[in-house]
């Protein structure tokens, strides 16, 4: 499946989110040559580590409204990595879970309860895109029949991977995506903070829009993903970090790509994402801040990471 022409995203931003969606549809779209050259940095956060998120109450939303979390889980520290991503894709793609149709990688999932509410689409049981086949911004490449990194790219989070592969690869390995709820307690802790770090945001602390970071080239190739915890409190190249984690020690809750969550909600066919990316406005990386788009959806700027059982 080729990426969809709409290339922004439908956010619930209240009264403010026709114009910030516009802007960042805009930003989104723009031609970013992946192949350009660009720097590689170890920032030695380990992508295969996980943290607890105890089960208790915290603040939940933009007017931190009580919420209590009944259950703890386990959540990866980082986003799933390319390098995780292309092993998953050959491993399923060599035992058959997965096949190649077309353009892009396949694989099957369930479907939805369909309810016939105005505008749902219905997403009966069968297969679905993964990922992209050709597409020459995607962050890895398929040559005779194996998947593999681009060059800088291995320790960067996974993109142009759809809700379905973003689900596909939770599952393949006895995990899940995590929802809403789980997912803003673990970005934001108990004390209604509304950035995973604290109060405040400076490009020092999260890749958004001309964050200004080595990875960002706005006059040339525009903007690039940052690799997994980069900001941790390093300096590169002259470019000073901060260490930015949540109150559990996960890295890149803000910023870097939007992650899809498994919320699926009775009458609505959209899948939802959170945190913000390399393309937001700072005000999309609070915390509570919601996006969407359809599940078949991939671009540059979307990825995801797994919870399962403490």
């Not at 060599?94 to 479907?111: I, N």
């Not at 590169?236 to 559990?248: E, K, M, N, Q, R």
Request: aromatic letters at 16%; hydrophobic letters at 35%; glycine letters at 12%.
């Amino acid at each position: 499946m080729k990426r969809p022409m709409q290339c922004g995203f439908r956010a619930l931003w209240g009264r403010w989110g026709i114009m910030l969606a516009l802007m960042l549809a805009v930003a989104a779209c723009q031609p970013v040559a992946a192949a350009t050259p660009m720097p590689v940095y170890d920032t030695g956060v380990d992508p295969e580590a996980w943290a607890v998120v105890p089960a208790g109450p915290f603040l939940a939303g933009q007017f931190n409204a009580p919420t209590n979390l009944a259950h703890a889980f386990a959540i990866m520290v980082t986003d799933v990595t390319v390098e995780q991503y292309v092993r998953f894709l050959n491993q399923a793609l060599a035992e058959g879970t997965l096949r190649v149709q077309g353009d892009q990688v396949v694989g099957f999932y369930p479907g939805d309860s369909f309810h016939g509410a105005k505008h749902e689409e219905e997403i009966p049981a069968q297969d679905y895109g993964f990922v992209p086949l050709n597409d020459p911004d995607a962050p890895f490449v398929y040559v005779e029949g194996v998947f593999a990194p681009k060059d800088g790219y291995a320790r960067h989070p996974m993109t142009y991977v759809s809700w379905f592969g973003a689900w596909g690869y939770c599952r393949y390995y006895g995990y899940r995506l995590p929802s809403g709820l789980e997912w803003e307690k673990a970005a934001r802790g108990e004390d209604g903070r509304p950035y995973p770090w604290g109060w405040d945001l400076t490009p020092a602390n999260a890749n958004y829009y001309r964050s200004g970071d080595p990875f960002e080239a706005m006059r040339t190739v525009g903007s690039r993903t940052t690799p997994i915890g980069f900001y941790n409190g390093k300096t590169y190249d002259g470019f000073a970090t901060l260490d930015s984690p949540s109150p559990y020690g996960l890295y890149d809750m803000a910023g870097n790509v939007w992650q899809w969550v498994g919320d699926i909600t009775e009458g609505i066919h959209y899948r939802f994402m959170r945190g913000g990316s390399k393309d937001s406005y700072p005000p999309d990386l609070r915390v509570w801040v919601t996006n969407n788009a359809t599940p078949r959806y991939f671009g540059p700027g979307t990825g995801f990471r797994c919870v399962r059982e403490p």
